[in-house]
């Protein structure tokens, strides 16, 4: 199983991303996926969730301004951020549900690169 979180890069605030997070080996739809971020000297953090059902979550730092969606037949989760601050620059992880709370790391598994996105002030 591989996840891959692709569509990161270096933007100003306030611009807009969307990371995708491709599944190799693993049928997305039958899951909940989540996505984290961790920025240097931090713990990794909660940012967004996308159940079966596409009932979502989302931090409260992100709410509003970032969007999770998933493509099953392209085996595919999204995350939309607009308005990004540079308090969002950090590595971006994709990773599949576990169970468990949806905030936490630990009740996720299959965790891909991640992809590095900065935002310039």
């Known amino acids: 199983v591989q996840l891959q979180a692709s569509g990161g890069g270096l933007v100003q605030a306030g611009d807009s991303l969307r990371l995708s997070c491709a599944a190799s080996?693993?049928?997305?739809?039958?899951?909940?996926v989540g996505w984290f971020r961790q920025a240097p000297g931090r713990e990794r953090e909660f940012v967004a969730a996308i159940t079966r059902n596409v009932i979502t979550y989302y931090a409260d730092s992100v709410k509003g301004r970032f969007t999770i969606s998933r493509d099953n037949p392209k085996n595919t989760v999204y995350l939309e951020m607009n308005s990004l601050k540079p308090e969002d620059t950090a590595i971006y992880y994709c990773s599949r549900y576990l169970g468990g709370d949806y905030y936490l790391p630990t009740s996720y598994t299959y965790w891909g690169q991640g992809t590095l996105v900065t935002v310039s002030s």
């Open positions: 080996g693993l049928t997305f739809l039958r899951y909940a």
